[in-house]
Nanobody, 125 residues
């Protein structure tokens, strides 16, 4: 069973930056990619960013393009989410996810089998 451990959340003022990390352990050779999702209170979980291990191709939600960047270190089985120019609407619990299936565009939560416990990001205005 793959396990994911996130770190790096916290409280930051609008315009500030945070960097989230997620380390995978266990049978990580089964993974095709990893990603980040977020869920704000009263809202559905939404896609933030993803990376394909095979090609290094990255995907970002329109709402975070130009502000957030996903990066990965396959050797360390770790994925990062650099978040700049944070806005109050970015406030949410951020979840790391890993998938063991091949998909063309890995932006659906249903494509991901493994999930971290979540880390809270709060952006004050």
């Amino acid at each position: 069973q793959v396990q994911l451990v996130e770190s790096g959340g916290g409280l930051v003022q609008a315009g500030g930056s945070l960097r989230l990390s997620c380390a995978a352990s266990g049978p990580t050779f089964t993974l095709y990619g990893m990603g980040w999702f977020r869920q704000a209170p009263g809202k559905e979980r939404e896609f933030v960013a993803a990376i394909k291990w095979s090609s290094g191709t990255t995907y970002h939600a329109d709402s975070v393009k130009g502000r957030f960047t996903i990066a990965g270190d396959r050797a360390k089985n770790t994925v990062y989410l650099q978040m700049n120019s944070l806005k109050p609407e970015d406030t949410a619990a951020y979840y790391c996810a890993a998938r063991s299936v091949l998909v063309v565009v890995p932006i659906r939560s249903s494509d991901y089998r493994y999930w971290g416990q979540g880390t809270q990001v709060t952006v004050s205005s």
